[in-house]
């Protein structure tokens, strides 16, 4: 089982990007997927996460309106939209899958996922 996670740059504030996350040796219709992020000194937290069909989803307090989660099935992909980047965004950022026995569940923690992704590193400059 795979997760790699790619998209992430160096960018200026209020700039935009994408992140996507290919996951392999799954049956990837079959798992709730999140993104997390950890900055230099702080803890690991949730910033979206997606129900195995992508028909619920949740966004940080911090990201809403902002950042959007979504997933293609049939690409075994899940992507992190990220708009109006702010500096405080900068952060390693995570995808990892959490299997789902509930179409509507979606992970609110990082305790208990599956599987891991290396993370992929966004830096966002003021």
């Known amino acids: 089982v795979q997760l790699q996670a790619s998209g992430g740059g160096l960018v200026q504030a209020g700039d935009s990007l994408r992140l996507s996350c290919a996951a392999s040796g799954l049956t990837f219709s079959n798992y709730a997927m999140g993104w997390f992020r950890q900055a230099p000194g702080k803890e690991r937290e949730l910033v979206g996460a997606?129900?195995?069909?992508?028909?619920?989803?949740y966004s940080a307090d911090s990201v809403k309106d902002r950042f959007t989660i979504s997933r293609d099935n049939t690409k075994n992909t899940v992507y992190l939209h990220m708009n109006s980047l702010k500096p405080e965004d900068t952060a390693v950022y995570y995808c990892a899958a959490d299997y789902a026995a509930s179409g509507t569940y979606y992970p609110l923690t990082d305790y208990g996922m599956d599987c891991w992704g290396k993370g992929t590193q966004v830096t966002v400059s003021s």
């Open positions: 997606i129900s195995r069909s992508g028909g619920s989803t």
